[in-house]
């Protein structure tokens, strides 16, 4: 079964530094998205992503974070300058249509 | 903005023992749907709901979702130790997925 892939699977970088996050969607998906959940809390909706631009973004979103679907196959979220506070477990999720999104296994960033 | 609360934070069953969450939301909802997050995992769709005073199963799970699409329901009948985990409910709103804080099953050794 398809599934969405992500890498690395633990980042760990210093405050300040700048942190690429991978993700290989399914292939014929259209939509893609990344949350962030820090350590035992809720899901959070960052962007989401359509034909080649971002569709919606949340309040999170700040102008330290950027993505990118540089090759027909990769989606990245790139954090410019990261903070203590980024430390979180980041997933990307596709979907073809319809309202099932799968989400890929995460990357672990913790920040120091 | 739209918020969906969900409750209970925890809920702590012997093996057997049923469980249900919640989720409300003070505005209508065109969609509620569930996800279940196992322990270091990432959330998995179960399901969808769109209509009003819909009811699905699932096995042993059961949604509903309310007459005025305000609240949603999952029971899960005679838990087992693979049903461990968070079950998050989440609306779809646009391009986003807005979430609840999540139900933890916890199965009492």
């Known amino acids: 079964e398809p599934e969405v892939t992500q890498t690395p699977s633990h980042q760990v970088t210093q405050m300040g530094q700048e942190v690429i996050l991978r993700c290989v969607p399914i292939?014929?998906?259209?939509?893609f998205y990344w949350y962030r959940q820090i350590l035992g809390q809720k899901v959070e909706f960052l962007v989401s992503?359509?034909?080649?631009?971002?569709?919606?973004k949340s309040e999170i979103f700040d102008d330290q974070f950027s993505v990118e679907r540089p090759d027909g196959s990769n989606f990245t979220l790139k954090i410019r300058s990261t903070k203590l506070e980024d430390s979180a477990m980041y997933f990307c999720?596709?979907?073809?249509?319809?309202?099932?999104?799968?989400f890929g296994p995460g990357t672990r960033l913790t920040v120091t | 903005g739209q918020q969906v609360m969900q409750i209970p934070q925890y809920q702590h069953v012997q093996e057997g023992e049923d469980f249900t969450t919640y989720c409300n939301s003070s505005?209508?909802?065109?969609?509620i749907q569930w996800y279940k997050q196992r322990p270091g995992g990432h959330p998995v769709f179960l399901i969808q709901?769109?209509?009003s005073g819909e009811v699905k199963k699932q096995k042993r799970l059961t949604f509903q979702f309310g007459e005025a699409k305000k609240n949603s329901s999952l029971h899960i009948t005679a838990t087992q130790t693979t049903d461990v985990g968070t079950y998050f409910c989440?609306?779809?709103?646009?391009?986003?997925?807005?979430w609840g804080a999540g139900t933890k099953l916890i199965i009492k050794p």
């Open positions: 999720a596709s979907i073809l249509d319809g309202h099932e999104q799968y």
């Open positions: 292939s014929n998906h259209l939509y």
């Open positions: 992503f359509y034909n080649n631009e971002i569709s919606e």
């Open positions: 505005t209508t909802l065109s969609n």
């Open positions: 709901l769109v209509k």
């Open positions: 989440a609306h779809r709103l646009n391009y986003q997925l807005i």
